[in-house]
């Protein structure tokens, strides 16, 4: 079980408000990813749930029981820190039998729940090493190992890939989902990183200065961001927005069109502009126009090879289906 | 340095300042080697030529030298411990933010400034001194017969003086130890469920075992010299004549150059033997 529930959680460091009043609900077994900008509040956030955070104001509940003045270790949760935070001086073993060793659990369990982790993590070669003799990727996974063997009510990430490179992070996103899958069990994760979130979350909550812009599925994020902020932040590459005329004539003070959403032409369309930069990824080519009414430049994708070059006109249809309006405020126009 | 000619070089361009090395090290000790073979005494005749080894022998059978022996070792590890104890105790709390940190880091500090005489004159006279000393005073109040500190309770007494110099010493250094501790290990820690306790004994003072070897070895470096506390203290009466101090009555006031030299001798052994236990028991907390 693992259903947390804040109500008017606040936090503020001396006079500071970094997060105002809050309310969020996360289900049972659900994957749920904070995400948004550095500096955001998203890790003071998980430190509150964690309890390594006093709160300002407002309750913290954890499966319907007050837990906002429990120490961390009652609040049966495990964390995944940033830098790791593994024990340099114990090996794998005594790193990941830590947490059992404090709370008193037997040594034939100990090991039994060492062995299983190991073998799910891929560890089992490495259980004598040290955390210094190991690479990024393998520390992460005994992190991981030492918050699973506690059987905990919920896993608190905290940005756990941002210290590997590209292609560990692909790698280690897919076991840390599959993990989810297998254990069934709550995970919080926090990272800026929208491709993360959008790639692992089943509930997505972006955050800006501490206060929630929007909860929903990627796809809801994705299909319909409740403001501007959302809807530049995720997607990538970013949205295009346009102001102006154009938008005027949709009733709307802005306009976001996606990149995937604009079809290219050399001979006609809706908005015409210059090729500038073009970005080749193989499979896609990204080109930033210049010179579109309200919008410089505007990112558009095409599939795969398009026979333009740098400094030719080309012309740009937007799929209307596909088109966001905002207001002046920012909010989306349904 | 990877070619025969740029290593060529790098060898005469150290020459010497190694030469320097060897010469500095060497004169003295061949000094000492020498006159401890010879019947050197300056008031009584000067040179009296070889003396086998006399000197060694009558140095060893003199009924002081285990006693000083065993004097060291206790100041040496009695210090030690009192230091590293305290030492840790006190970086902890000085790592705590509070009101004032600046100058309670700084007072903390300063008794590493005092020379050891007049730190020693201090306790003896200020705090020590069965009549009117601080702690005389202190025990009387409480209805207690004062204690004559440096004769009753010698060893102790010297163990505290010399602890009050070092334990700034020891303080800053496991300080900026534990500030190098990544609170995110004590924050894991907590999480895991470890008590306050717990998170000292598992996490804190593995963290400082270097700095602590660090603070070890080099103490018994200066510990095992300390002369100046005893000399303006007890000048070697109650028990706390150390191999020192012992060198040092034979030199100057028996005025026997060969047998203090041969002395000296000992004191180099006792501290080769006492490092290498040290480096024993240690000294694997500095391999990385
Ligand atoms: N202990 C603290 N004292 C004062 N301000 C803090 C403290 N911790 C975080 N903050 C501030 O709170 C804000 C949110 O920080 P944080 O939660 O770490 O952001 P994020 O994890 O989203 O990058 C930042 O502006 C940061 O400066
Ligand atoms: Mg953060």
């Not at chain 2, 004590?186 to 270097?210: K, T, V």
Request: hydrophobic share 50%.
């Amino acid at each position: 079980m693992g259903r947390i529930q804040l109500k008017q959680v606040k936090k503020s460091f001396g006079d500071v408000t970094v997060i105002p009043p809050l309310d969020l609900t996360i289900e049972d077994g659900e994957f749920t990813v904070f995400v948004g900008p550095s500096g955001c509040g998203k890790s003071t956030l998980l430190r509150l749930i964690a309890g390594l955070e006093d709160t300002s104001d407002g309750v913290i509940e954890i499966d319907g029981k007050d837990a906002t003045s429990l120490p961390p270790a009652k609040r049966s949760l495990a964390m995944v820190f940033q830098s790791y935070a593994l024990y340099p001086h114990m090996t794998v073993r005594k790193n990941i039998a830590f947490p059992m060793k404090m709370a008193g659990v037997d040594k034939a369990e100990q090991d039994r729940r060492i062995e299983a982790a190991a073998k799910a993590l891929n560890l089992a070669d490495y259980l004598d090493r040290r955390p210094g003799q190991l690479s990024g990727g393998q520390r992460q996974r005994v992190a991981i190992g030492r918050a699973i063997v506690r059987e905990p009510a919920a896993f608190l990430f905290d940005e756990p890939l941002s210290n590997l490179d590209a292609a560990l992070r692909v790698g280690m996103r897919m076991e840390i989902s599959e993990l989810h899958k297998k254990l069934d069990t709550t995970m919080i994760y926090v990272t800026h990183d929208q491709v993360e979130a959008m790639t692992m979350a089943d509930k997505i909550v972006v955050l800006q200065a501490g206060v929630i812009e929007q909860v929903g599925s990627p796809l809801e994020l994705y299909r319909t961001p409740r403001n501007k902020f959302v809807a530049g932040f995720i997607g990538s590459p970013k949205m295009n927005f346009l102001e102006g005329p154009e938008a005027a004539k949709h009733d709307a003070h802005t306009i976001g069109i996606r990149p995937e959403h604009v079809e290219v032409s050399t001979t006609e369309g809706l908005w015409q502009g210059k090729v500038g930069v073009a970005e080749h990824l193989g499979s896609d080519t990204f080109i930033h126009v210049h010179g579109v009414p309200g919008c410089d430049p505007m990112t558009v994708r095409v599939g795969g090879e398009i026979p333009v070059h740098h400094g030719d006109t080309i012309f740009l249809n937007p799929n209307l289906e596909h088109l966001h309006r905002f207001d002046a405020e920012g909010l989306r126009i349904q | 340095m990877a070619t025969q000619h740029s290593r060529s070089a790098a060898r005469l361009m150290m020459a010497p300042a190694v030469f320097l090395l060897l010469v500095w090290m060497l004169v003295p000790l061949s000094m000492t080697l020498w006159f401890s073979f010879r019947k050197y005494l300056p008031l009584r005749g000067g040179d009296l030529g070889w003396a086998g080894f006399d000197n060694y022998v009558r140095f060893v059978t003199s009924s002081s030298f285990w006693p000083s022996v065993m004097t060291t070792l206790i100041i040496v590890g009695g210090v030690l411990v009192v230091t590293v104890m305290f030492g840790v105790l006190l970086a902890i709390l000085l790592d705590q933010p509070m009101w004032g940190q600046g100058v309670v880091r700084i007072l903390v500090i300063a008794p590493f400034f005092v020379m050891p005489t007049v730190s020693a004159l201090v306790w003896k006279n200020m705090f020590m001194d069965p009549t009117n000393g601080l702690f005389a005073h202190l025990w009387r109040f409480f209805g207690a017969e004062p204690i004559s500190w440096l004769s009753e309770a010698s060893l102790p007494s010297l163990v505290m003086i010399v602890s009050w110099q070092w334990l700034p010493f020891a303080t800053l250094i496991l300080l900026t130890a534990i500030q190098s501790l990544d609170s995110e290990q004590l924050e894991a820690a907590e999480m895991d469920g470890a008590s306050p306790l717990s998170r000292f004994f598992y996490i804190i003072l593995p963290h400082l075992s270097r700095a602590i070897t660090i603070v070890v070895l080099i103490q018994t470096i200066f510990l095992l010299s300390i002369f100046a506390e005893i000399f303006v203290t007890t000048s070697g009466a109650f028990g706390t004549k150390t191999l020192t101090y012992l060198i040092f009555q034979r030199v100057l006031e028996s005025q026997n150059v060969g047998l203090g030299s041969a002395g000296g001798v000992y004191a180099i052994i006792l501290a080769n033997i006492v490092a290498l236990f040290l480096m024993r028991i240690v000294g694997k907390n500095l391999d990385a």
